[in-house]
């Protein structure tokens, strides 16, 4: 009996914004590959990278612990921090246990694929590069702040973020994964630390741009301090664009809900407010606008609506 071959979604993205919709999507019946940024500087990420010369495990540690199917124990001792006196301290078990697969394998992507078959992860989990790199942030005074932990701190405005070293090589199963998608998701996540670190990874961006599929830019709920102060988000858009060698987004995801202003205030400390979504400037770049609450709150903060987002998604595929 033949199998009906399900639909495929790439989404690119990073940070906290892309395990929260990974969860969602995962309960659909459709073929889900995450594409990854290894930018992370910080943490335990930041020193598992440094010492072992790998790509940074963080972000594609919680991507993992999205979209596995085990037990909730597995998951939670897999995602635990160590608070200790000594060097364990701050590390988290799975960025451990993902550095000791790189160390056995030899290749990251190779640990990755073993921890995905460990926590019988739903969909494929790809870095955006199999190597270290390093995210830069020129900003509009000409200053270079380097580091992706940095960057949000600089107290500066960015102009553009760049990659080093020089020569970063994108996977090929990345490139095959996107010219064979149904859907490309970019987002949601950081605009500058998150969602372009993928898109600006020599080859992997391009194929983007000339991707058959159906592009989604799931636009931020909040602005944030340090990368996107005041951003509407046809700001968010042309930041994108100014990245890349097209303008290639068809759809864009914003939140017509309102913000309780007691949760609002609470964001206002960190300098963080509702991204303003200018309609007329989005449909004047040539997007189609979809309008919904996609919102909800989680101990205070602000996130999306997995379940919400993940069925507006569904429902975009072109055959189901």
Not at 192 to 199: A, F, G, I, K
Not at 227 to 233: I, K, N, Q, S
């Amino acid at each position: 009996m033949k199998t009906e071959k399900k639909s495929k979604i790439v989404i690119i993205g990073g940070g906290t914004g892309l395990p929260v919709l990974l969860r969602g999507l995962k309960k659909y019946p459709v073929d889900i590959t995450a594409i990854v940024t290894v930018a992370d500087d910080g943490g335990s990420s930041g020193r598992i990278r440094e010492e072992m010369d790998m790509p940074s495990p963080g972000d594609i540690r919680n991507v993992l612990a999205a979209l596995s199917d085990v037990e909730p124990l597995v998951e939670q001792m897999f995602q635990h921090r160590f608070k200790t006196d000594n060097e364990l301290s701050g590390h988290s078990l799975g960025n451990l246990i993902i550095a000791a697969l790189t160390s056995i394998t030899g290749n990251f992507v190779h640990a990755v694929q073993e921890m995905s078959k460990v926590l019988n992860v739903h969909g494929k989990v790809l870095p955006a590069a199999n190597q270290s790199v390093v995210l830069h942030a020129e900003m509009t005074d000409g200053t270079i702040v380097s580091g992706e932990s940095k960057i949000p701190f600089s107290g500066k405005k960015i102009k553009r973020v760049f990659l080093t070293p020089d020569v970063i090589y994108p996977l090929s199963e990345t490139i095959r994964e996107i010219r064979q998608a149904d859907l490309i998701v970019i987002g949601p996540g950081s605009l500058y630390t998150s969602v372009l670190p993928n898109l600006i990874v020599p080859q992997l961006g391009e194929e983007v741009c000339k991707a058959k599929a159906k592009k989604v830019y799931i636009c931020n709920l909040m602005t944030q301090a340090g990368e996107t102060l005041d951003y509407t988000a046809s700001d968010h858009v042309e930041a994108i664009y100014q990245h890349m060698q097209c303008r290639f987004i068809d759809t864009i995801l914003v939140n017509n809900e309102e913000i309780p202003q007691n949760i609002q205030e609470r964001y206002k400390e960190e300098l963080a407010k509702p991204v303003v979504y200018d309609v007329d400037n989005l449909v004047n770049l040539g997007l189609d606008v979809i309008y919904d609450q996609i919102l909800t709150y989680e101990g205070g903060l602000i996130r999306h609506d997995t379940d919400k987002v993940a069925r507006i998604l569904y429902d975009m595929l072109p055959s189901k």
